[in-house]
Structure formats: structure tokens, C-alpha cells
């Protein structure tokens, strides 16, 4: 549950502002810091998840890598406490300067996505006098069951170097002289709900994968596994940690203990969504002929992933709840933002408690993909970062 007892200091607050429950973030860094121990495997965020500073100091401090995709994020990760040879770079399309920003900082691991990309590092690191560490992404056609638009490991998506330009790879990593290779990464998608089975099938398939790149003469040191563990949008308060466990359970199926290669995983929604919450006000309560419109004050700017994914984020009426007890008769709403756009859509139908204009609302899980993804659209105001140990 959102900590209710927040509510009267909420009251007071201008809306929208994202709140983030430190205590349950501090809990969730905790469990995956044990776990990767058990398991050993090394966890790298994903900053694109949320980049907050406090949150990125957070995970540093507890050995955490960070996986990033520009070089502002690896600058980023480096300022908060991140060790540079724990900090990696993916993304399909790398510019010079981002490669040249990033082997000054000295990163660990460019994720490289394609052949162009290799002569591009090994040019770059050429004229510098440095060899670029290199792990190549590859693309191993598992379909992780998820949204099309999150669905990363498919042939058709543009990410990862393909099975049917393995030779070339190979050929090209031999020919490059100031490229030092690391190993593999594979990242399949985003919000995987069928843990066992796709990690379980992603494990296999990188068992094979790495067989064949180490018949082909080369010592395969790193495993990645990249991220896409899924998190409970509908019950937030039902599974408030994801299923870290179950996870690298499933990516240890294929990789037993102490076979001599370095497991790793990059997470970014599993750590930080459930931690966040909009918390947002009802501007107006409007009757519609055939529904009613719940209208509040943040819109799709602030959290686009409904508009963009039609994704699901449940909505909570907080003032009902505590001002007016269990009393209050439930309605369907239509729970709709303020920007001019058809799609700025919380929710259609949603069973609320009865609502009126002033009242506060949460929408939850909101934590990964929301403030790094909202933009000024409608020149509206960025929503601010407010944490639970600060109000
Ligand atoms: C290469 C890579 N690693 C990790 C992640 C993080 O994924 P998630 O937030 O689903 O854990 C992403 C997300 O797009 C990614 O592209």
C-alpha cells in the first residue's frame, strides 16, 4: 500500500510530482545485492529505467555496475559513484563522440551491435592509444512473449548482431586490433512475465550460442543477460519486490556455479517501478452521456507509457480512501489527462471510489520509464522528484 500516512503532507503539495518510497527501494536494492551474491551474477542497472541521482548513489554504493545507452548516462553513472569498469554501453546507435566520451571515461564493456560499430570503436581507440573492451549483443531470435514495442530479440527488432553474421563477426573481431574482446550479451525484452520458461529458454539459448562462438576459437569470459524482468502493474502491493530469485534461477539453468564463466544481468524496471508513484489531483469530475471523466493533472508528458504501449498502471483515488473512508460507493470512470491528444488515457472504465474534483489520486508502478521518458509537450512543467524521507 502507498503510504497513506504521506497523505496529509500530500495535501499541501503542488501536483503532479513523482514519489518514490525509499524504504521499499532500499528493500529491493537489499534483496538483489544478497541474491547476486548467492547466484553469483553481476548486476548492472539499466540508468534508462530512471536516472535519478539519489537512486544511482543508492545502487552504487552497493556494488552495483550500471548498464547504460548514451554516453551522458555513462558520464552520469560515473558522477554517482558507479566504477567505470563496471559500467557498460549498449545501443544500436553509437556516435563517435558518445565512443570517444566513453573510453575517456574508461568503461568496461561496449555492447557492440553490429560490424559497422566495430570498425567504428576500434578506429576511435586506435587514435587514442587504447584498446576498447568489446562484449558483442547478439540477437538470438527468442520471441520473451511481451509487447511488440518492448520485444528486443527477434530478428525482425534492429538490436544485436544476427546468427547469420556470426563469420563476420568472428572475421572482423580477429581484424580489429585495438578491440579486446569480453564476451556476450543478450537482452530479448522488457516486462517478462513468464520468468521460468523465457529466462529458462534464454539460458539455453545462450548455452548454445556461446558453445558455438568457443568451437570457433573464441574464450568466451562474460555472459550477459541483459534485463526484461517483468513487475505486478495490476497489484502493486501484492508483489511490492519482483521475483529476483525465480530470475537467475532460470539464467543459472544452463550456467551452473563455478563453470568458470561470469554470469551478469541488467535490470531497470524490476528495481526502481514499484518504488515510484504519480501522484496527481482531479481537476474536474465531468459527466459524459454515456460515461463519466475523471480529468487530473498529469497527462501523458509525465508518463507516456500508456499513450505509447498502451501499458496499464493502476489508479488509486487516495483522498477517498482516506477522507472518506470505505463508505464511499464505487464508479466507473474514464481517467483522462489534460493534453490535447486523444490517447492521453489513464484508464477507461476504472472502478474508483467516488470522485470529486480536488481529490488526490496515485498512479502506480510508476517508477521505471516514467520521469525519464516525459517530455515538455504542451509546454507543461516537468513533474518533480519527491522522496518518501523528504516530506
Ligand atoms: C540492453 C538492455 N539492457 C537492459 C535493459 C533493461 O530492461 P528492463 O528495464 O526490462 O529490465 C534494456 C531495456 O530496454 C536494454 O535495452
Known amino acids: 500500500m502507498l503510504d497513506i500516512h504521506n497523505f496529509d503532507k500530500f495535501a499541501e503539495m503542488e501536483t503532479p510530482f513523482y514519489f518514490y518510497d525509499i524504504g521499499l527501494f532500499e528493500r529491493t536494492a537489499d534483496k538483489l545485492a544478497a541474491l547476486s551474491v548467492t547466484y553469483d551474477i553481476g548486476v548492472h542497472y539499466a540508468i534508462k529505467a530512471n536516472s535519478e541521482e539519489r537512486l544511482l548513489r543508492m545502487l552504487s554504493e552497493r556494488g552495483f555496475g550500471a548498464d547504460c545507452v548514451s554516453a551522458n548516462e555513462a558520464v552520469q553513472a560515473s558522477k554517482c559513484g558507479f566504477a567505470p569498469a563496471s559500467i557498460m554501453l549498449a545501443g544500436v546507435g553509437k556516435t563517435d563522440k558518445e565512443i ?14 553490429s560490424i559497422p560499430e566495430m570498425d567504428a570503436i576500434d578506429g576511435i581507440a586506435g587514435g587514442m592509444g587504447v584498446k576498447a573492451p568489446v562484449a558483442l549483443r547478439i540477437n538470438p531470435n527468442i520471441d520473451p ?98 521475483d529476483f530469485e525465480t530470475w537467475m534461477k532460470a539464467l543459472r539453468s544452463c550456467f551452473p556455479v563455478g563453470e568458470g564463466y561470469k554470469l551478469h544481468i541488467e535490470p531497470g524496471r524490476a528495481i526502481v517501478a514499484q518504488c515510484g508513484s504519480l501522484i496527481t489531483r482531479v481537476v474536474y469530475v465531468k459527466k459524459g452521456r454515456t460515461k463519466n471523466f475523471v480529468i487530473v493533472d498529469a497527462g501523458m508528458n509525465d508518463l507516456i507509457r500508456p499513450a505509447l504501449y498502451g501499458a496499464y498502471h493502476k489508479v488509486e483515488n487516495l483522498s477517498a480512501s482516506y ?10 470512470y474514464d481517467v483522462v489527462g489534460p493534453i490535447c491528444e486523444s490517447s492521453d488515457v489513464w484508464g477507461e472504465g476504472r472502478i474508483l471510489r467516488q470522485t470529486c474534483r480536488g481529490d488526490l489520486m496515485a498512479i502506480r508502478t510508476a517508477g521505471a520509464y516514467g520521469r525519464t521518458m516525459a517530455s515538455r509537450y504542451n509546454m507543461r512543467d516537468l513533474a518533480p522528484a519527491v522522496y518518501s524521507d523528504e516530506i
Open 145 to 242: 512473449h511481451t509487447h511488440k514495442y518492448i520485444t528486443t530479440g527477434l530478428e525482425e527488432n534492429k538490436f544485436g548482431i544476427s546468427r547469420f553474421e556470426f563469420d563476420a563477426a568472428l572475421e572482423k573481431l580477429r581484424s580489429c586490433r585495438n578491440l579486446e574482446f569480453k564476451g556476450l550479451l543478450f537482452h530479448i525484452g522488457s516486462q517478462i512475465t513468464d520468468v521460468e520458461n523465457v529466462f529458462g529458454l534464454e539460458s539455453r539459448c545462450g548455452r548454445e550460442l556461446v558453445s558455438w562462438f568457443e568451437e570457433h576459437g573464441l574464450k568466451v569470459e562474460n555472459v550477459d543477460f541483459g534485463g526484461g524482468l517483468g513487475v505486478d502493474y495490476e497489484d502493486p502491493d501484492g508483489s511490492p519486490v519482483a
Open 323 to 332: 477522507l472518506r473512508g470505505d463508505d464511499t460507493k464505487d464508479c466507473a
Open 100 to 113: 570517444r566520451t566513453s573510453l575517456e571515461v574508461g568503461i568496461g564493456c561496449f555492447n557492440v551491435e
